[in-house]
């Protein structure tokens, strides 16, 4: 009896563990900055966008280079996530939990760090952020064939309350 308290008490313990990890990581922010502090960013620790400010310049920027410099901006705050979520998973679960290897390996995985050379830099910068909607389709024109007699006559009877339904229901029981 006494290995089975053991066992509920150590599986208590590490679901409090994990609540608490749960708990901290949901209040993690990161904020980031543009080069000349225009453009500021604050992502959640899953990546999402959670706030952006855009302070007024002196001269009108194109909204090509303003959108770079928040997708700039964004991306760097993503990459940041792995580093802050390994103190919090430490702090809650310890380095020996599994767990928290593969959790980290995830963040790891959906927001890597920035290539340091330029050239690789600029095709990050490029990239599509981790985990980001898709965007939707354009709208195409679609061309519906004329309807058939038999879909006219449907329609017509409809119209007029003239179907041939006799109002009963088409599942009734055997």
Same mark, same amino acid.
């Given at each position: ?36 502090? &225009?453009?500021?960013? *604050?992502?959640? =620790? &899953?990546?999402?966008? *959670?706030?952006?400010?855009? !302070?007024?310049?002196?001269? $009108?920027?194109?909204?090509? /280079? ?20 390994? !103190? ?6 310890? /380095? ?18 920035? $290539? ?16 980001? $909607? ?7 024109? !679609? ?11 449907? &329609?017509?009877?409809?119209? =007029? ?7 009963? $229901? ?5």
């Amino acid at each position: 009896m006494a290995g089975k308290v053991d066992w509920q008490q150590q599986v208590a313990e590490n679901a409090k563990r994990y609540q608490d990890l749960n708990e901290r990581v949901s209040r993690l922010s990161i904020t980031e900055k543009s080069r000349d502090g &225009t453009v500021m960013v *604050t992502v959640s =620790a &899953t990546g999402v966008l *959670t706030d952006l400010v855009l !302070k007024e310049r002196w001269h $009108p920027v194109p909204e090509s /280079e303003l959108a770079e410099q928040i997708m700039e901006c964004l991306k760097r705050a993503q990459a940041k996530i792995p580093d802050l979520m390994a !103190k919090v998973i430490e702090e809650a679960l310890g /380095e020996q939990d599994s767990s928290a290897h593969l959790i980290l390996a995830d963040a790891r995985q959906s927001f890597p760090e920035p $290539p340091p050379d330029p050239a690789s830099r600029a095709a990050w910068q490029a990239a599509e952020p981790p985990h980001s $909607p898709k965007p939707e389709p354009q709208a195409v024109a !679609k061309v519906t064939p004329p309807p058939t007699k038999q879909q006219q006559k449907d &329609t017509a009877a409809q119209a =007029a309350g003239t179907d041939d339904w006799d109002g009963r $229901p088409f599942l009734e029981d055997v």
